[in-house]
């Protein structure tokens, strides 16, 4: 034992704790400051930012739109987490829980908000009736598969990607306990993208757009700069299925929306039209 | 900085990491011995163990049978993580996840396979037209928090209640940071139910069956023996809202299945029909 750490009998906060990210983890929740939130032109109204969970719903939201529905169109609102957004009164009335993505339907009487990005995939999938199959049996694949993702993402990114890239000190075990539940994250997909074209299936579904963002970006050396250490390339099949995915315009364009890093031609704040986004992305060079 | 540890280029697997769940703990995924899975004789069988996520299923089915729905009578099979089960060739074919519950619905023309405790009440309550709304703004609610527990949880047991009760040493940093998150999560739900009878407003629902045996058994002092150390009683909301699910018989049923653990009458490793629960439930003291 390395350590002679003996918890305290009754747990209190001590700000060091939280590490770089003092300022967004708290141990309670609700409103820090009063502050209502933008509300665009268009039926939807996306609150958000580009990490993985935010690009899951502006991918599902380009989707719909490349898929004719002009009444999927969106404004995206920035939520900069590390400046507190999240902990707006406007923020927090549609998501107690101050966690980005979070998105008001006004097109309705009453406007329905939804939270949590695998909620707001299920509702934007069965409000345009797109990328779910009615058929039971499909349709469980497909659910199942997104459960799975909302459970899974937490190993990886509030343990894995917390521990060895974020943490205030390099901690053996935490990083070796979710280094190995990452990497048996890694080979499932890879037996199971093995078999199907698509993580559910032979189809494109909200199941492959849920974990396309953490998983894909993963193998595609995206996130945590951990290419190496989780050795991606010895899982061909996620890397196929997570190039082949990057392929499909509706990708390229939401995995920029609400984003404020990386290349230029990778950082659209705001989103509010189709144009905001192709002019984006003709800043990338063509060679 | 206590620790001056540098993780390897590329991480492999070293067996001492996985601690007391070696066994259990792989970075691969896939079956480990070829058995297949018994089948009962009623439409839906279960293959679980009485833990959380477990219990979210077996109180579902018992709610659906207190509610008269007779097609809901179930066949529950033990799952002893602790032995490998979920490595054998028959469970890795319902739940390649290799994870409890999963559950076959054998009364279709083609067997229904759903795997993750979401995906299987999402399934059920569609299926029966049971404990999730309807119409469009409240089953969104519904929804939104049932997706929360299954991004939520993974940081009560995975993140705080490996740190603080399974893991071989004590880490102050994990436990503060888990632990904090944990008590974020117990504040919010402490404000949701000062506003809502129920999690997802005033009606009970899969979202309250969700939520109930993880945040629920941890308020009531049934799980990591942290009662003390998180201060349990200072969410009085949750505290009301625990007790009185509680008192529903279909609960106090539910949460004793698969479950191999504890006082003689909360132990019922498998479940064919209602007497072997009743049965079980008649050992408990009367006084």
Do not use: C
Request: no cysteine.
């Amino acid at each position: 034992m390395q350590n002679q750490y003996t918890p305290a009998k009754v747990w209190t906060v001590d700000d060091k704790d939280a590490g770089e990210w003092a300022k967004i983890n708290r141990p309670i929740s609700g409103a820090t400051h009063e502050k209502i939130l933008p509300v665009g032109q268009h039926g939807l109204q996306l609150y958000s930012l580009g990490t993985p969970n935010g690009q899951k719903v502006t991918i599902m939201l380009e989707e719909l739109l490349a898929a004719g529905h002009q009444d999927a169109e969106y404004d995206a609102h920035l939520i900069n987490i590390g400046e507190g957004d999240q902990f707006s009164s406007g923020f927090v009335a549609v998501n107690p829980n101050s966690k980005i993505p979070a998105l008001v339907d006004r097109s309705a009487d009453t406007p329905i908000e939804v939270f949590e990005s695998g909620s707001i995939l299920l509702y934007l999938a069965e409000k345009f009736g797109l990328l779910l199959p009615e058929a039971t049996e499909k349709r469980v694949k497909v659910m199942n598969w997104l459960f799975w993702l909302q459970g899974a993402a937490p190993y990886l990114g509030g343990g894995f990607g917390h521990f060895y890239a974020y943490a205030p000190e390099k901690l053996e075990y935490p990083i070796n306990r979710f280094t190995m539940e990452t990497k048996r994250q890694l080979d499932l997909l890879d037996k199971q993208l093995a078999e199907n074209h698509y993580i559910a299936g032979e189809t494109y579904s909200i199941a492959d757009i849920a974990i396309w963002p953490w998983y894909g970006n993963l193998v595609l050396g995206n996130l945590y700069e951990a290419k190496t250490f989780l050795d991606v390339d010895s899982y061909p099949h996620v890397q196929r299925w997570a190039k082949k995915i990057l392929e499909r315009p509706a990708v390229q364009r939401g995995k920029i929306v609400n984003r404020t890093w990386g290349e230029p031609w990778e950082q659209l704040p705001e989103r509010h039209n189709m144009a905001d986004i192709t002019n984006v992305l003709s800043l990338k060079p063509k060679f």
